[in-house]
């Protein structure tokens, strides 16, 4: 889903499990595009006064107003921690105004119990400070994709 909104040149801005809707055999569909938009030059500047889930936004994005798929890319690094918590809220015990201090100061999310070392790393590369460094959706998906062929159990 994300790897061909980037091909399209879309960000959506508010990508988080929420806006994951899943039906029939597991199928997982990203909703709630009111906050999409069409790039040009790679960049979507907000307007001033403009709303975000903050626990999940990109801190250029949430500090900046500057959105990039890149800012996708960390919100996707957060979404992952909602799935392996099964659905806890990012950031537990923060304030909004502390995970933006935080995180600017370079706080990560430490690895959720239970969830492998591999998927916390993918994580941690979704949330580098400078968002030319963070992985595209076509390496996030290459990733996952290989990784649930290695971890099932005929591969084990």
């Not at 055999?25 to 040009?40: H, Y």
């Not at 107003?65 to 690094?77: A, E, L, Y």
């Not at 600017?104 to 460094?133: A, F, V």
């Amino acid at each position: 889903g994300m790897a061909y909104i980037e091909r399209m040149n879309y960000i959506h801005r508010d990508l988080r499990a929420a806006n994951i809707l899943v039906g029939d055999n597991l199928v997982c569909k990203i909703a709630d595009f009111g906050l999409a938009r069409l790039i040009e030059d790679n960049e979507y500047t907000a307007r001033q006064g403009a709303k975000f889930p903050i626990k999940w936004t990109a801190p250029e994005a949430a500090l900046y107003g500057r959105f990039t798929i890149k800012s996708d890319v960390w919100s996707f690094g957060i979404l992952l921690t909602e799935l392996v918590t099964k659905g806890r809220v990012p950031y537990p015990g923060m304030v909004n105004r502390e995970v933006l201090e935080q995180v600017e100061r370079g706080y990560r999310m430490p690895c959720p119990q239970g969830c492998p070392e591999s998927l916390h790393e993918l994580m941690k590369l979704c949330w580098k400070k400078d968002p030319d460094e963070r992985p595209t959706f076509e390496y996030i998906q290459s990733f996952l994709e290989d990784y649930f062929t290695a971890t099932e159990p005929q591969y084990q």
